[in-house]
């Protein structure tokens, strides 16, 4: 069966950018909209501006066009690293989505391309990135101009919202939600929470890590209350500023719902071993670090009793070619000591990993 076609002429507003792909909204302008330049307000800060990307008009695309309500597009960049939409769909649907239902998942479909899409989108980042507008992490890093193919993505955010009155997103990666089962004996950090305290130290004073993913799955609720309260530390956002009521349901949630444990539980499952010991370059070792690599999204009405909406998404299967890397950062964990707490590890400080609360 044909993959359904994006329209020609679409308008693509630049939404985010992650390490694999860029996020763009998408809308379709009328036929008498004349085609512009990408457009690049002026902007400060690290965060990428949105910008408007629009196409010369192509000959009209083959039926079966897809819906676009409530959709984003997801593009891929060129990494080594990288598989391609198509195989990668393939492997979502077989081996990661079957394990959970899906109004647990954000709705994803390939969607072929019109030609000159990913060229105009490469031309733009390049022109924000000249403008000192694009995040200094993602630099010299361009989309796959040979791609054909596309993702579109459930839009999760408040202009996807189809309930009534305002709500409140949020995203977040769930990361470990179990220790590492190649964590020394006695370790007083989780694995997030060592990583999180050697990126620290490289950065010569970086913040690190506000809330340890333990907490998430934590059967107390002082400590999901915790938890909550650093990582909306950490995004620059409070309990204040998402209301009180929604702060006391989103800690029900994550209470009383069992999405997360089992995502953690599924972690284990596939990872019994350890990066060290383990089949690195396996399948299910793979998904593994898949589901330790995926984003929780919420979304919660701010007044009213409407249910929280959670879903997971961002579930590309991880590489073979990534083995090295996941190997050498474990085996550095445990030589430079970042499992422990002490002075060689940066430990004097350790406040927020729940194992060494728990020491």
């Known amino acids: 069966m044909p993959l359904p076609s994006l329209p020609p002429s679409p308008r693509l507003t630049f939404l985010a950018e992650g390490a694999a792909n860029i996020v763009y909204r998408i809308s379709l302008p009328p036929p008498s909209t004349p085609p512009l330049s990408a457009s690049l307000p002026s902007y400060s800060g690290s965060t990428p501006?949105?910008?408007?990307?629009?196409?010369?008009?192509?000959?009209?695309?083959?039926?079966?066009?897809?819906?676009?309500?409530?959709?984003?597009?997801?593009?891929?960049?060129?990494?080594?690293?990288?598989?391609?939409?198509?195989?990668?769909?393939?492997?979502?649907a077989t081996l990661l989505a079957p394990h959970f239902s899906a109004a647990e998942l954000v709705a994803q479909t390939p969607v072929a391309l019109p030609p000159g899409l990913v060229g105009a989108c490469n031309s733009a980042l390049r022109a924000m990135e000249a403008a000192g507008a694009r995040d200094v992490r993602r630099r010299g890093v361009w989309l796959d101009g040979c791609a054909k193919v596309g993702l579109l993505?459930?839009?999760?955010?408040?202009?996807?919202?189809?309930?009534?009155?305002?709500?409140?997103?949020?995203?977040?990666?769930?990361?470990?939600?179990?220790?590492?089962?190649?964590?020394?004996?006695?370790?007083?950090?989780?694995?997030?929470?060592?990583?999180?305290?050697?990126?620290?130290?490289?950065?010569?004073?970086?913040?690190?890590?506000?809330?340890?993913?333990?907490?998430?799955?934590?059967?107390?609720?002082?400590?999901?209350?915790?938890t909550m309260e650093g990582f909306l530390a950490e995004c620059g956002k409070g309990e204040q500023s998402v209301g009180e009521a929604v702060w006391g349901r989103v800690v029900d949630f994550l209470m009383e719902d069992g999405l997360l444990g089992r995502l953690r539980d599924l972690q284990l499952r596939?990872?019994?071993?350890?990066?060290?010991?383990?089949?690195?370059?396996?399948?299910?070792?793979?998904?593994?670090?898949?589901?330790?690599?995926?984003?929780?999204?919420?979304?919660?009405?701010?007044?009213?009793?409407?249910?929280?909406?959670?879903?997971?998404?961002?579930?590309?299967?991880?590489?073979?070619?990534?083995?090295?890397?996941?190997?050498?950062?474990?085996?550095?964990?445990?030589?430079?000591?970042?499992?422990?707490?002490?002075?060689?590890?940066?430990?004097?400080?350790?406040?927020?990993?729940?194992?060494?609360?728990?020491?």
């Open 49 to 92: 501006p949105p910008s408007e990307i629009e196409f010369p008009t192509l000959s009209p695309s083959p039926p079966s066009p897809p819906n676009l309500q409530h959709r984003l597009l997801r593009l891929r960049k060129a990494l080594p690293t990288a598989t391609p939409i198509l195989p990668a769909q393939a492997h979502y």
């Open 153 to 226: 993505v459930e839009d999760m955010t408040a202009e996807g919202w189809v309930g009534e009155g305002d709500v409140v997103c949020l995203a977040l990666k769930p990361k470990w939600l179990a220790q590492s089962p190649g964590a020394p004996r006695g370790a007083r950090r989780c694995r997030s929470c060592a990583v999180g305290a050697m990126r620290r130290e490289e950065e010569e004073g970086g913040k690190g890590r506000a809330w340890c993913p333990l907490g998430l799955v934590a059967r107390e609720r002082a400590v999901v209350e915790r």
């Open 270 to 359: 596939f990872d019994p071993r350890g990066v060290v010991e383990g089949e690195v370059e396996g399948e299910e070792f793979r998904m593994a670090m898949t589901l330790r690599d995926c984003t929780l999204y919420l979304r919660v009405p701010s007044s009213g009793g409407g249910r929280v909406e959670a879903k997971l998404g961002d579930m590309d299967l991880k590489s073979a070619a990534k083995a090295g890397y996941w190997r050498g950062l474990e085996e550095r964990l445990v030589r430079e000591d970042w499992y422990a707490v002490g002075e060689r590890s940066g430990g004097a400080g350790e406040t927020v990993c729940l194992l060494s609360k728990k020491a």
